[in-house]
């Protein structure tokens, strides 16, 4: 399909085929059935894994338990072969001197596993995988396994373990296996995957229906550390269980386990693959007009120019605010109308753009052949969307790619017309509630707070703000929390039990930021005041992003104070004071760090940020991700500086996992909400960075030739 003459085809390849279509688009392109998962939450048996795999970009949520052994776990499946867990493990009634007060010892530890064969139907299904690689090696083990479907309901697997999966009835033995860390963990432990004792485990799995699911397992977890701290009696290899599928694809299953207790569990998979594009209930857009074929050419009207353009600009604010949207700005010419796009309430930016479209279709004299969309965020143009008017009227009953083809997205610096119409309201509050949660603490692994949220906004110029969040607490026990951590650094995040036990009420961050551009592909942000919940001071930032790259370069540096532990207006000195040594150590006033941003495509993209961070420490932040076209996001990340796993303590390095989901997932109408889970094992000094809201690269892409082409499907909506 040939582009029209001056413009440039937007992601070509969308229009390759059904299958490229439907990845570009965000859409399903197959199912494939979520297996059973083993306690661990991965899956397999009943503690036994299997060589399966989940559909691609499946999360699942489980919670499974054995004796005195409870297990929670989040499994994402990061690639079609590739899955990665995160667990948080309780076993109560444990002897160790890292258990909390009742006896329980709480664990977190990571999985990965990778399907080396996929399932035909002659070889069975092949998977490697690491369990609990990177933590205190409680649950350290390593398998190769096999599975097999006999017919229509049976399933076979059997597999080799190593560590944990290999401690009952080995086969032999491959090398020296360092004993369990049972410490701080943290480390990835390479030096004992694959070497020590080998058992094989197996199991059988029948389908007798649809919904109810027969277990027979072998295993080779013998169970030692809980026999030896805990008094679990090991009596049989051979566990038995049954599960049943509920509504929504959940399980529940029952177990008879090792000849002596009992177990259940729970797994809840989702899949934001296949979730589709929140939103649907909202009342559809203006269909477009399509002018009288002889009218296209009449430039009578350019006469009064300046009257038609006053005309227009106030039919086209009334009309937009039917869609939720406004503009900023406004220009008319003889075949060309440009407008600054202001979209507070579509998450998919696309669906913000036909609609704009549609309504200038309805407004524009007849001979305005050419609309140029300006969205901006903060007031600042990201980007130009340029689109024919013919073909607006020409392509509305047909496929959204279609359309695509003949779009221009470019950059939109030295493009926007002024900023001549008043924002409103400049000035803006609303009274919400809030939920905050404290997690993995072992005096309590999980805490909540509720409480009453009073925000405001005042749109002081279009690209200079300010705002504000004051919470007070309703109900809740975080700031029952007592554990103070030890530290070898400047407390930069671990004297963040003083702020939860002496924040409330609270001023959550009070920030007057300006946004702008600053070149030709660069863009920039000042933001002053109280930052976060533990500091206050300056940051600014500037980034190189090319509206059609994958790309993004940043800078950002930050000058910084501690707030005082009430969270309310007055500032500390810098000077922190180690609890547990007298010691006061300096937090630097400067931090900040140089990132570089890459899409990969399809859906998956990375970050590197290399800098100072706020205890003074040097080093990079790695971060990873999946996004969906309906807004559902998933990452990890991993800080490495030049402290040492010693000086960091507990968890060695910083790490975590987050999970955005798009809030027009529980109201279905269109939002721009988010709301955005960080898991984070342990939190420490080392690699801590600061909070700083409205950072750039997130705004500026959402309206960059990546984003739009992959919500492109929401412009006829």
């Given at each position: 399909m040939e582009a029209k003459a001056g413009f440039r085809p937007v992601r070509a390849w969308c229009l390759a085929g059904t299958a490229a279509a439907a990845v570009c688009l965000g859409l399903p392109t197959g199912a494939q059935q979520v297996p059973s998962y083993n306690t661990y939450g991965v899956p397999g048996l009943i503690d036994m894994p299997s060589a399966e795999m989940a559909p691609d970009a499946t999360i699942s949520l489980t919670y499974g338990r054995i004796d005195e052994s409870n297990r929670g776990a989040i499994t994402f499946q990061l690639t079609p072969r590739l899955s990665g867990?995160?667990?948080?493990?309780?076993?109560?009634?444990?002897?160790?001197?890292?258990?909390?007060?009742?006896?329980?010892?709480?664990?977190?530890?990571?999985?990965?596993?990778?399907?080396?064969?996929?399932?035909?139907?002659?070889?069975?299904?092949?998977?490697?995988?690491?369990?609990?690689?990177?933590?205190?090696?409680?649950?350290?083990?390593?398998?190769?396994?096999?599975?097999?479907t006999v017919g229509q309901k049976l399933k076979a697997t059997a597999g080799l373990g190593w560590g944990r999966l290999g401690s009952y009835n080995p086969l032999g033995s491959y090398g020296e296996r360092p004993g369990n860390l049972l410490g701080s963990g943290g480390l990835p432990t390479y030096d004992r995957w694959f070497r020590g004792d080998i058992a094989g485990f197996g199991g059988l799995a029948y389908q007798f229906n649809d919904n109810l699911t027969l277990k027979l397992e072998y295993s080779s977890?013998?169970?030692?550390?809980?026999?030896?701290?805990?008094?679990?009696?090991?009596?049989?290899?051979?566990?038995?269980?049954?599960?049943?599928?509920?509504?929504?694809?959940?399980?529940?299953?029952?177990?008879?386990?090792?000849?002596?207790?009992?177990?259940?569990?729970?797994?809840?998979?989702?899949?934001?693959?296949?979730?589709?594009?929140?939103?649907?209930?909202?009342a559809g857009g203006l269909p477009v007009r399509r002018r009288p074929a002889n009218?296209?050419?009449?430039?009578?009207?350019?006469?009064?120019?300046?009257?038609?353009?006053?005309?227009?600009?106030?039919?086209?604010?009334?009309?937009?605010?039917?869609?939720?949207?406004?503009?900023?700005?406004?220009?008319?010419?003889?075949?060309?109308?440009?407008?600054?796009?202001?979209?507070?309430?579509?998450?998919?930016?696309a669906q913000a753009i036909g609609r704009a479209a549609r309504a200038m279709s309805r407004i524009m004299p007849d001979s305005v052949e050419e609309f140029v969309i300006i969205p901006v965020e903060n007031g600042t143009p990201m980007s130009a969307i340029t689109l024919r008017r013919s073909d607006l009227e020409n392509l509305e009953n047909d496929a959204a790619v279609e359309m695509l083809a003949r779009a221009s997205i470019t950059d939109a610096y030295g493009k926007a017309p002024p900023s001549t119409i008043p924002v409103t309201p400049k000035f803006s509050w609303s009274l919400t509630s809030y939920y905050e949660t404290s997690t993995f603490d072992p005096d309590a692994p999980f805490r909540l707070d509720i409480g009453a949220q009073l925000g405001a906004s005042w749109q002081i110029t279009p690209n200079l703000s300010l705002s504000g969040a004051f919470r007070k607490r309703v109900i809740g026990n975080i700031h029952e929390t007592e554990r103070l951590s030890p530290s070898e650094?400047?407390?930069?995040?671990?004297?963040?039990?003083?702020?939860?036990?002496?924040?409330?009420?609270?001023?959550?961050?009070?920030?007057?930021?300006?946004?702008?551009?600053?070149?030709?592909?660069?863009?920039?942000?000042v933001s002053a005041g109280y930052l976060e919940s533990m500091y206050a001071g300056v940051s600014s930032e500037v980034l190189w992003k090319p509206v059609d790259s994958a790309l993004a370069l940043g800078v950002e540096v930050n000058f910084v104070r501690r707030r005082d532990y009430d969270q309310l207006f007055a500032l500390m000195d810098n000077t922190t004071y180690e609890p547990f040594s007298d010691v006061t150590r300096e937090i630097p006033d400067f931090n900040g760090h140089v990132s570089a941003y890459y899409d990969f495509g399809g859906g998956y993209t990375g970050q590197m940020d290399i800098g100072r961070y706020l205890a003074g420490d040097w080093g990079t932040t790695l971060t990873v991700g999946r996004e969906f076209a309906n807004g559902w996001k998933f990452g990890a990340f991993a800080t490495?500086?030049?402290?040492?796993?010693?000086?960091?303590?507990?968890?060695?390095?910083?790490?975590?996992?987050?999970?955005?989901?798009?809030?027009?997932?529980?109201?279905?109408?269109?939002?721009?909400?988010y709301d955005t889970t960080v898991i984070r094992p342990i939190t420490r000094d080392g690699g801590a960075r600061l909070s700083v809201p409205g950072r750039l690269y997130g705004n500026v892409r959402t309206w960059h030739e990546d984003e739009i082409t992959d919500s492109w499907g929401r412009f006829w909506r």
């Open positions: 867990t995160f667990r948080y493990a309780g076993i109560g009634n444990f002897d160790d001197p890292n258990s909390n007060a009742d006896g329980v010892f709480y664990d977190r530890s990571f999985d990965l596993r990778f399907q080396l064969l996929t399932e035909t139907s002659i070889r069975p299904a092949v998977a490697i995988g690491l369990q609990d690689f990177i933590g205190t090696g409680i649950y350290s083990g390593e398998y190769i396994v096999a599975t097999k977890d013998a169970y030692d550390d809980e026999s030896d701290r805990g008094g679990f009696e090991h009596n049989s290899p051979l566990n038995y269980g049954v599960e049943y599928r509920l509504p929504n694809d959940a399980r529940l299953a029952l177990y008879y386990a090792y000849g002596s207790t009992l177990g259940f569990q729970l797994s809840y998979p989702m899949n934001p693959k296949t979730l589709g594009i929140p939103g649907g209930l909202e009218s296209v050419s009449d430039l009578g009207w350019t006469g009064a120019l300046a009257a038609y353009e006053d005309n227009t600009r106030q039919r086209l604010i009334t009309s937009l605010q039917a869609d939720d949207l406004s503009i900023e700005g406004y220009q008319l010419e003889p075949h060309r109308a440009t407008i600054r796009l202001r979209n507070e309430h579509y998450g998919r930016p650094l400047p407390r930069a995040r671990t004297d963040i039990t003083y702020y939860a036990q002496n924040g409330d009420p609270k001023l959550r961050d009070l920030v007057l930021a300006w946004n702008g551009r600053v070149g030709p592909d660069l863009y920039g942000r490495f500086t030049n402290v040492s796993s010693d000086e960091f303590g507990e968890g060695s390095f910083d790490k975590g996992i987050t999970l955005t989901i798009p809030m027009s997932v529980g109201i279905g109408t269109p939002t721009r909400e």
